[in-house]
């Protein structure tokens, strides 16, 4: 993760090094306190965004006592402040964390969640949220996504200029263009570190490794069958999902193995059996991975049935 906050930084430092040889300071000047304007102002509503488009309603300990119990105990053992609980309307069975700071984290669920998980697994998903507040990874994602965005802004300005200045300012537009898909694949790269990271956390919280596994499974299944009308209005927020609903289906048919006694979970032994197996991913499933927010959902059980 620390490598890969140093290359973004650089590759946006190499551009702005090379913008001030070919352009005017106030020029450059102009989109970068644009990029950094635009950041903040995400930054300031972005919550209030996520409680208007997930419908959130936040619940008190009498509303909800047993929720509370749980976010609770899991928050004193990451050792952090107990979020405030929210409980998302969305029909889709999932589960999320946001807020700007660790002080400022907000963990909700949707009600199908909750009809759909034991207490162990509902707990395992709460710790993974609670370890992204811990963990700082709703900044971590916003701080890298300015990159991408200030590659754009330079492109667009050199490009723009290439019309009426040298075929070397074309080239550095050219790059920076490049560079603007390069650094999205890294945004989306990071985001995919940070769910094992998250996974990870949870069990260190005292979740068991296969209560995770089970409720991942579970999620799968619960939104592969949900309405695809609902699946499409979500697909601008799936990456505060816990999984991927757009690929519940495929996932579902690769997870189902797994539950080998068909009970509809995946007990230790069923996830004892991935573990140390080489799992082999198709062409499209690779390149679907790589443009996707989370990582794999096979290959993330087998890394849960590693972790001891």
Known sequence: MYLLLGLMFAIVYALIVTAGMYMGFGNFLFFGLAAVALIMVQYAIGPKMVEWSMKVRYVSESDEPGLHKMVAELAEKAGIRKPRIGISELSIPNAFAFGRTRGDGRVCVTRGVMDLMNEGELKAVLGHELSHIKNRDV???????????????????????????????????LFAFVMYFVTNLLVLYASRIREYYADRGSVKMGNEPHSLASALYKLVYGNAKADKKGLKRMEGYKAFFMNDPSRAMKEFSELKNLDSDMSGTIDRNELSKIRGKNVKLGTGDRIMEIWSTHPNMLKRIQHLSQIR
């Open 139 to 173: 900044t971590v994602i916003t701080v890298l996504s300015v990159i991408p965005m200030v590659c754009w802004y330079l492109s667009w300005n050199f490009m723009f200029a290439s019309r009426r200045e040298s075929g070397g300012v074309a080239i550095i537009g």
